[in-house]
């Protein structure tokens, strides 16, 4: 692991895809671009899906428990229900011996009563019969069939789950917003839903634009690189739960770049592009192209990596569309700061961002004044180290990291022993 430690001289952030300009007027802080983006988002209508294909979505209901959970007592063990009473004082000295009067399964749907002075044999999750006041675990008896011989003894409601003791009718189980996981589904399925409103999936077309790119698999001439950023991003919109399409080799062309965004209108919920925002002139023609509809924002971003940034709306639909710079660190920086939250606000998520955590730097570091860096690095328990190659198109480096540094706005170096802000990524 290519990690900085203690002693060496400091990490220095060394994206150079864009110089600081003088003064800091000119950029926009990374709060104010997000709430921008998250301003052109519209949450998706919900959509009723069985309990199978929920998994992972989002919940656009509350759900409710129509009946009592559990909604009949029943027995927590296999054992015998028997009354408080002839079991009370029974132990290895003193044990008791009940007549056992017949036995009640799991799915056993008839009425049963316990008459005093006799054990029914139950098994777990079975319904109580009526009167009995606890069970008896298997465990404490020697398991008679016709008669049982008890030596232990417990109060009464011992091994008993009382219906409504999980969950009262007209509980809420699951709150609306909830992304669903295993337990959530669980507990849906409990209570007898077999279908739920929830949001879609988010389709995301990832767009990777430049003269430059070539499929990997395909041989590369001097000059000429493989489209990695694509393939990564689409990655990380699956990542973050949403359907991806990758829709690659886009040249420098601005008839192309917009007629390939028309096209994947059909199919998009989000639009992400990478390449071609930079301040090139016409060679940056994802922004020369889209900035003639009107409907587009391309500013510089208080952050590095990842300063040139734009996003607007597209086509009839308003479609939201963010477009991200080319570097690979940088489109990946600015996915997970800026594309992750907006998937998330399509769902009606505000918690789908990257955690922050505080840890410990093992080594000092640098950073340019007035905008916010985001280091790679390796997150080790409660120790953050950055890692060597900080450049926005170090792509192995940042292949070895597990986390981001958050460096703010005001600071320009960090000290070994400092505490640090840390984004983990997922
Ligand atoms: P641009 O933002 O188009 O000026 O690109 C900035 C840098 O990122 C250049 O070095 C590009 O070659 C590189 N780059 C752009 N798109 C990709 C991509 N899809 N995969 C890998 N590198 C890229
Ligand atoms: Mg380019």
Known sequence: LAAQVPGHPPVTNTDTSATTPPGNGAL???ETHLADILATIVTLQPTRLGLS???????????????ALPSFDNSAMDGYAVHAEDVAGASEQNPVTLPVVGEIAAGDTGAYALAQGSAIRIMTGAMLP????????VEWTDGGTARVTITAN??????????????????????????????HIAAIAAAGHGSIEVRPRPRVVVL???????EPGTPLVPGRI?????????????????IAYRQAGISDNADEVLRTIE??????????????VSMGGEHDVVKSALQQLGTMTFRKVAMQPGMPQGFGTIGEDSIPIITLPGNPVSAYVSF?????????????????????VRAELTAPLRSPPGRRSYLRAVLTGDRITPLTGQGSHQIATLGRANALITVPEWVVQMQAGEPADVLVLP
């Open 263 to 276: 096209d994947q209108l059909v199919r998009a919920d989000l639009l992400v592009t990478t390449g071609g």
């Open 130 to 137: 009526h009167a009995a006041e606890l069970v008896i675990p």
């Open 336 to 356: 997970q700061v800026f594309v992750r939250p907006a998937l998330g606000a399509l769902q009606d998520d505000a918690g789908l961002g990257l955690a922050t």
């Open 28 to 30: 926009a802080s990374v």
């Open 208 to 214: 990777s634009t430049g003269d430059e790119l070539a």
């Open 226 to 242: 493989w489209d990695s950023n694509s393939f990564m991003i689409a990655a990380a919109a699956r990542e973050a739960g949403c």
């Open 53 to 67: 294909e929920a998994e992972g979505l989002v919940l656009a209901e509350d759900v409710i428990a129509a009946q």
């Open 154 to 183: 417990a109060d009464a409601g011992h091994a008993i789950r009382l219906a409504g003791g999980d969950a009262q009718a007209g509980e809420v189980l699951v709150p609306r917003g909830t992304r669903l996981k295993p337990m």
